[in-house]
């Protein structure tokens, strides 16, 4: 079982930036894809992004495409989500998860446990 720690929300004014991050433990951990998941309360959970094992495989969800960027520190499991040109709508609880493959966790295929999540709040 693949524990994460997430870390990184916070308010920022729209057009700023912020940094997530994710640090994943555990035997299968670092084969892992990891990634992002959004919730605003009242929605639907969404997928924002997702990096493979090896750091290559990135892939975003249209929303996010040229403002957040996946990166992986494969020494020390863990996942950044680097988030520029935030907007008002990227407002939500962010959630860090794990699949065996990018494909799998884009479509929540074999998702590990649900954390807390950290709140961003982007200001108008």
């Known amino acids: 079982q693949v524990q994460l720690v997430e870390s990184g929300g916070g308010l920022v004014q729209a057009g700023g930036s912020l940094r997530l991050s994710c640090a994943a433990t555990g035997p299968t951990a670092s084969a892992s894809a990891m990634g992002w998941f959004r919730q605003v309360p009242g929605k639907e959970r969404e997928f924002v992004a997702a990096v493979g094992w090896s750091g290559l495989i990135k892939v975003y969800a249209d929303s996010v495409k040229g403002r957040f960027t996946m990166s992986r520190e494969a020494s020390a499991n863990t996942a950044f989500l680097q988030m520029n040109s935030l907007k008002p709508e990227d407002t939500a609880v962010y959630y860090c998860?794990?699949?065996?493959?990018?494909?799998?966790?884009?479509?929540?295929?074999?998702?590990?446990?649900w954390g807390q999540g950290t709140q961003v709040t982007v200001s108008s």
């Open positions: 998860q794990t699949a065996p493959t990018t494909t799998q966790l884009r479509i929540e295929d074999g998702l590990g446990s």
